[in-house]
């Protein structure tokens, strides 16, 4: 099985800061990969798909990048609204497989 | 507008059996891929179970092999999780989700389903 480690685990950041999150596959997954933010309570959404390319919907402050076995979820200009657990996950490979999460707060 | 709408979930004794559904709309069903996720309590994200565009292609978590079934019937637009030998490690909140296009990415999350296995 392909694992997925996320980190840090959490984040803690000013309204207005960049926050950057990292996913890294135990083997090459190329580009399937995306990442989900889950607000408590409430289902995931996906923010971004094939390591890059934002949904439909989501604000332009979230980008995604990587290739390979190295990703990158960046928020730039925390919002308060972005207070979420973000996960990523593969489908490359079944089973397929999510990060352990990272959970961001405003500081 | 895309939906997901899951049912099914309940509280059961261990050994026990449920079967989940999942209704979709506001999509043409038998177009895209569908996956079942679940949530234990305070834990993260679990993928379990995927079906492909014709139901012919299943695959399942090691956790869930040889106990659970995943299956969809196009004429109802519906996707079914059937849950045997239901264990306490199996308690979560059920997700039904929907793939992006032509690949097994979730585009599209359901409210899910609580199951609780518990004597």
């Given at each position: 099985?392909?694992?997925?480690?996320?980190?840090?685990?959490?984040?803690?950041?000013?309204?207005?800061?960049?926050?950057?999150?990292?996913?890294?596959?135990?083997?090459?997954?190329?580009?399937?990969?995306?990442?989900?933010?889950?607000?408590?309570?409430?289902a995931?959404?996906?923010?971004?798909?094939?390591?890059?390319?934002?949904?439909?919907g989501?604000?332009?402050r979230?980008?995604?990048?990587?290739?390979?076995?190295?990703?990158t979820l960046?928020?730039?200009?925390?919002?308060p609204?972005d207070v979420?657990?973000?996960?990523?996950?593969?489908?490359?490979?079944?089973?397929?497989?999510?990060?352990?999460?990272?959970k961001?707060?405003?500081? | 507008?895309?939906?997901?709408?899951?049912?099914?979930?309940?509280m059961?004794?261990?050994?026990?059996?449920?079967?989940?559904?999942?209704?979709?709309s506001?999509?043409?069903?038998?177009?895209?891929?569908?996956?079942?996720?679940?949530?234990?309590?305070?834990?993260?994200?679990?993928?379990?179970?995927?079906?492909?565009?014709?139901?012919?292609?299943?695959?399942?978590?090691d956790?869930?092999?040889?106990?659970f079934?995943?299956?969809?019937?196009?004429?109802?637009?519906?996707?079914?999780?059937q849950?045997?030998?239901?264990?306490?490690?199996?308690?979560?909140?059920?997700?039904?989700?929907?793939g992006?296009?032509?690949?097994w990415?979730?585009?599209?999350?359901?409210?899910g389903?609580?199951?609780?296995?518990?004597?």
């Open positions: 099985d392909i694992q997925m480690t996320q980190s840090p685990s959490s984040v803690s950041a000013s309204v207005g800061d960049t926050v950057t999150i990292s996913c890294r596959a135990s083997q090459g997954i190329t580009s399937w990969l995306a990442w989900y933010q889950q607000k408590p309570g409430k995931p959404k996906v923010l971004i798909y094939t390591a890059s390319s934002l949904q439909s989501v604000p332009s979230f980008s995604g990048s990587g290739y390979g076995t190295d990703f960046t928020i730039s200009s925390l919002q609204e979420a657990t973000y996960y990523c996950q593969q489908s490359n490979n079944f089973p397929l497989t999510f990060g352990g999460g990272t961001v707060e405003i500081k | 507008e895309v939906q997901l709408l899951e049912s099914g979930g309940g059961v004794q261990p050994g026990g059996s449920l079967r989940l559904s999942c209704a979709a506001g999509f043409t069903f038998d177009n895209y891929a569908m996956n079942w996720v679940r949530q234990a309590p305070g834990k993260g994200l679990e993928w379990i179970s995927g079906i492909n565009r014709s139901g012919r292609g299943t695959y399942y978590a956790s869930v092999k040889g106990r079934t995943i299956s969809r019937d196009t004429s109802k637009n519906t996707l079914y999780l849950m045997n030998s239901l264990r306490a490690e199996d308690t979560a909140l059920y997700y039904c989700a929907k992006l296009s032509s690949s990415q979730v585009d599209c999350w359901g409210q389903t609580l199951v609780t296995v518990s004597s």
